[in-house]
């Protein structure tokens, strides 16, 4: 069965970084999209950004374009967020998911997902 477990959370100041992980198991990843979600407290979760296992092209959330960068390591069947210039309004808990075939900014089309790791920012 599909696992994955993010990892890389924590607490950083505005303006900081930090590297979230996603390590994906339990099958071959070849023919599936993934993506990191991130829900803030009271808020709806909502989609930040993605990308094919198998292909270079990758999507991401207006706020986030431009500090955000995801990533993978297909040797090590694993998936990166890269986070810059982080706000207090990028906190919240940022999930890991994965999709058979084809991207979706839509949070329920989205198949498989991980346990999340919390993201906090202070001002």
């Known amino acids: 069965q599909v696992q994955l477990v993010e990892s890389g959370g924590g607490l950083v100041q505005a303006g900081g970084s930090l590297r979230l992980s996603c390590a994906a198991s339990?099958?071959?990843?070849?023919?599936?999209?993934m993506g990191w979600f991130r829900q803030a407290t009271g808020k709806e979760r909502e989609f930040v950004a993605a990308?094919?296992?198998?292909?270079?092209?990758?999507y991401y959330t207006a706020s986030v374009k431009g500090r955000f960068t995801i990533s993978r390591d297909n040797a090590k069947n694993a998936v990166y967020l890269q986070m810059n210039s982080l706000k207090p309004e990028d906190t919240a808990i940022y999930y890991c998911?994965?999709?058979?075939?084809?991207?979706?900014?839509?949070?329920?089309?989205?198949?498989?997902w991980g346990q999340g790791t919390q993201v906090t920012v202070s001002s």
């Open positions: 339990g099958r071959t990843f070849s023919d599936y999209a």
């Open positions: 990308m094919y296992w198998s292909a270079d092209s990758t």
């Open positions: 998911a994965a999709r058979r075939l084809v991207v979706s900014l839509t949070v329920n089309d989205w198949g498989y």
